[in-house]
């Protein structure tokens, strides 16, 4: 029997110290406001260098609240130039850290103030900035502080009125949430224009965009028969690749009313690319701001997954329009109230644009590689957090991703009319309103009728719950017992953890008629063991659980040998299939790092019989016979030794590729439509055509060059064209510079193909990418003021496992460099880059002394951000 429970403790660690100069928020001390801010006129004379911003807030004590007559407006790293209480010159504030606080004696009065910010000298790319000469706003989570005092936190909502006043010839269009209500011109070559957002709407919400934009326009007639009018705004020279975007968003606004009932609100919705932003996009009422990296596309210049994730950001983005604007966060820790549910959104809407298995497959790859890791290693933390110091560090796959897995398990455990129901309830109730996690469990409740208090230990509990499974058959009474127990390992602040209820989708195969003889059912595993009997049994039963992965959980099954295999061939679920391939990878996977001899046949046998399948797609057949990443398997080690791993990997990839070499050859020479085409079909056949190169490279390299240059020259589209260039970065000879060098000079001017050139250099699996990297960090192309170029660089740097984790330490040096240099430009983007830093724990002695020095370096660096702060103390303890 291979058992294949190997998993080591979580980091047992206490919570970080506190530190003297970066406080710790806490969700216990959450107070309503004490005042309430029902309208706010802002009247912006924007210049990139200089940009002068007047306020004024009709304020109102809130009478849910017991607070005093102080009104406190958050501000960062603004200085008042005047402030008015009802209309009069107000000497009665001072200033308290970066935040105004006005005396009032009044319960209601109007609250004027005059600041001035330099967009250009923000490098933050946090408030108002600038980028590429035109302007434009971030404000999640507390940017709108950095351009005027506000109580700035997502439970005061107000109405807008905006006016902007700028340059024409520099910035001929204006944009800002809501509707334009009036535009006009005034001497000197100014221009202004006034819109009104007629949805309250927390500070985190607003955006401002000025600049020499022009748009694609389109429109949408909602289900109640509104016309939408729909503008994405680009550089004019970009226009051409706005189409992908523009289709997304239509289908999303369709999505949206089929699935949710939820209708668009307003009669325009904007789209803004813009080259200099710190994450995907932002949801802003009306006007979402977008990373071009996530509008912009054509099939020479993007890559298939690049499309998917265009549709994927924005429908994300408008899927907000309901759950994030209309029903918003009563606080940050709510956070996965609105991120969650969106990204649980999201999915269902990717899934049912292309292949439903095929996507459930991708969300769980992304879900092991990077929510996993975060769960059990020191930045561990609950879907709703308890405490944060600096809230941006919480964008993470844990309140993203997994908070998507929790909604999920709601939507299972009530199908999917009650969750509809839920969600109606939901978005009815509090329509309007700042809402928290617990407000939408209610819900949920209230419109089913079903009890899910037990499922909250979700949003509090952090790590990944571990399940061990055992089916034991006994032949001759023709019965199956299936054993299972549960383990949650302790987090940081969290040393001993409660049972949490585990819905398993679970089923027996016949071994020998590989058909359901259980059929489907939903086992709860609610305490710490469980036992299911099964009867009538005629012949041996194969355990299919956690089918599409109906918990996000790590399953420890007892296999006997030949248990797997026969999965992988007859499982009626594709997403349990899929599971029984990885499972067989992880064996020899596991076998090879710990200096056993793997027997590689068992997945050799699995990958012919997958790539010869006729049933299977393509594109489920790539993922299927994809090898886990070497992080993932460092995931189920005790003790992480690179060099062990990544030889295993090797070996293995070596093995399949020798023995395929035929059934990989014809993979990676089918064609399916031209690279334009984006139907399933023809994207899936790309996806295996570069899957089986790599394994072709890995059993014979000169042959994998050979071809992999073929592919290269020959594609007429960026998906072959990245994908063989990104086996060729990792291999030696000539073709690897060659095609370097050609695919550098032919797009030197296309930003988001050159952060493709650094990410696949900084991903390249060979000794000399540690040099090349180091190069790469005064290439002339590289800056660390842009946020993808940085993350193109250091990101996937980070993420390249063995080279990362070199034993000379180098990778840690150069990484912490890296982070210290960014801090002083763009905290948010630097402290995205420490959690490599952060696995320190996990290595063999040598690297983790070496990984951990670092790690110091960057705590102990001066003037350090609080973001950065916050991730490097975190991960020291
Ligand atoms: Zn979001």
């Excluded at 992908?244 to 919705?269: C, I, P, Q």
């Excluded at 049912?352 to 497959?361: F, L, N, T």
């Amino acid at each position: 029997m291979a058992d294949v429970r190997t998993l080591p403790d979580a980091e047992t660690a206490p919570e970080a110290p506190p530190s003297p100069t970066h406080a710790t928020i806490r969700r216990e001390d959450y107070r309503p406001p004490d005042w309430l801010v029902p309208e706010i006129a802002l009247n912006f004379t924007l210049g990139i260098e200089r940009t002068r911003v007047q306020s004024k807030l009709s304020v109102m004590r809130n009478p849910a609240a017991s607070g005093g007559a102080l009104l406190r407006l958050n501000g960062d790293d603004l200085k008042p130039l005047g402030v008015w209480v009802d209309g009069q010159t107000s000497d009665a504030w001072e200033m308290d850290g970066g935040d105004l606080v006005v005396t009032l004696d009044g319960d209601a009065h109007e609250v004027a103030i005059e600041t001035e910010i330099n967009p250009a000298a923000n490098s933050k790319l946090m408030g108002l900035y600038a980028s590429n000469g035109m302007l434009c706003t971030q404000c999640e989570a507390e940017g709108f502080r950095r351009i005027t005092f506000f109580p700035d936190r997502p439970d005061v909502l107000s109405k807008y009125r905006v006016r902007m006043e700028a340059d024409e010839a520099k910035f001929p269009i204006l944009l800002t949430n809501g509707n334009p209500i009036a535009t006009g011109k005034l001497d000197g070559g100014l221009h202004w224009a006034e819109w009104e957002d007629p949805f309250p709407k927390p500070s985190y919400l607003f955006a401002l965009v000025a600049g020499d934009l022009k748009a694609n326009r389109d429109s949408f007639t909602t289900m109640s028969g509104r016309k939408v009018d729909l503008a994405i705004w680009v550089r004019e020279a970009d226009l051409p690749k706005t189409q992908h975007a523009m289709g997304s968003l239509k289908a999303s606004m369709d999505w949206d009313e089929r699935v949710y009932g939820r209708e668009y609100d307003l009669d325009l919705f904007n789209i803004v690319a813009v080259s200099d932003f710190n994450m995907g996009a932002m949801e802003n009422k009306g006007l979402n701001i977008f990373n071009s990296a996530y509008v912009l596309a054509d099939p020479d210049t993007a890559t298939d997954v690049d499309f998917d994730n265009i549709s994927r950001v924005v429908a994300h983005e408008y899927f907000h329009n309901w759950s994030g604007d209309r029903v918003t966060c009563r606080d940050w820790f709510q956070l996965s109230l609105k991120e969650g549910f969106t990204v649980f959104r999201d999915q269902g809407f990717s899934a049912d644009m292309g292949s439903a298995a095929v996507k459930r497959i991708e969300d769980v790859r992304i879900l092991r590689m990077v929510q996993f890791p975060e769960d059990s290693g020191p930045l561990a933390h609950p879907v709703r957090p308890d405490s944060y110091i600096e809230i941006s560090n919480f964008y993470t796959a844990t309140v993203y991703n997994k908070g998507a897995e929790l909604i999920r398990m709601f939507r299972t455990v009530l199908g999917p009319e009650k969750f509809r129901a839920g969600t109606d309830l939901y978005f009815e109730r509090h329509d309007g309103q700042a809402a928290t996690c617990d407000d939408f469990v209610k819900s949920l409740e209230d419109a089913s009728g079903v009890d899910l208090s037990a499922f909250k230990i979700w949003y509090s509990q952090a790590g990944t719950p571990q399940i061990g499974a055992r089916l034991d058959y006994d032949p001759d009474a023709g019965t199956a017992t299936l054993l299972l127990d549960q383990r949650v390992a302790p987090t940081p602040g969290q040393p001993s953890k409660q049972t949490m209820p585990i819905p398993l989708r679970t089923a027996l195969i016949g071994e020998e008629s590989g058909t359901e003889i259980a059929p489907e059912q939903l086992v709860m595993v609610d305490g710490l063991s469980r036992e299911v009997q099964f009867e009538g049994l005629k012949e041996a039963p194969l355990l299919s659980i956690n089918r599409g992965f109906s918990a996000p959980v790590v399953i420890h099954g007892s296999r006997r040998d030949g248990e797997l295999e026969r999965l992988a061939q007859t499982d009626t679920d594709p997403f349990a299939r899929y599971e029984a391939m990885q499972e067989l990878a992880f064996t020899a996977l596991l076998d090879g790092a710990r200096g056993e001899q793997p027997d590689f046949e068992p997945l050799i046998r699995a990958v012919r019989n997958t790539l010869q399948s006729n049933e299977l797609d393509p594109a489920f057949k790539a993922e299927a016979i994809l090898l886990p990443q070497e992080a993932v398997v460092a995931e189920r080690l005790e003790v992480v030794d690179p060099d062990a791993i990544h030889a295993a990997r090797e070996q293995l990839r070596a093995a399949l590729g020798m023995a395929l070499f035929d059934e990989l050859s014809k993979a990676q020479s089918a064609v399916s439509g031209s690279g334009a085409d984006l139907s399933p079909l023809a994207k899936g056949t790309r996806r295996l055509r570069t899957v089986s190169l790599g394994l072709i490279a890995g059993g014979n390299p000169a042959e994998g060059a050979r071809l992999a240059k073929a592919q290269f020259d020959a594609a007429d589209n960026m998906t072959d064209r990245q994908g063989a260039l990104g086996i060729l970065v990792s291999l030696d000879g000539p073709e690897r510079a060659d095609a370097l060098k050609a695919f550098h000079d032919r797009f030197e001017n296309d930003p988001l193909v050159i952060d493709k050139w650094f990410a696949l250099q900084a991903a390249a699996q060979r000794p000399g990418t540690l040099d090349e990297v180091e190069r790469l960090a005064s290439h002339p192309a590289f800056t660390i003021q842009n946020p993808n170029r940085l993350r193109a660089l250091g990101g996937s740097f980070g993420a390249n496992h063995w080279v990362f984790n070199d034993a000379s330490g180098r990778g840690y040096r150069f990484l912490a460099d890296l982070v210290i240099a960014a801090d002083k430009i763009n905290p948010q983007i630097a402290a995205r880059l420490v959690p490599p830093l952060g696995r320190w724990r996990r290595f063999e002695p040598k690297r983790s002394e070496l990984m951990r020095e670092q790690l110091e370096r960057v705590a102990n660096s001066r003037g350090l951000s609080r973001d950065v702060y916050e991730q490097a103390s975190k991960s020291l303890v």
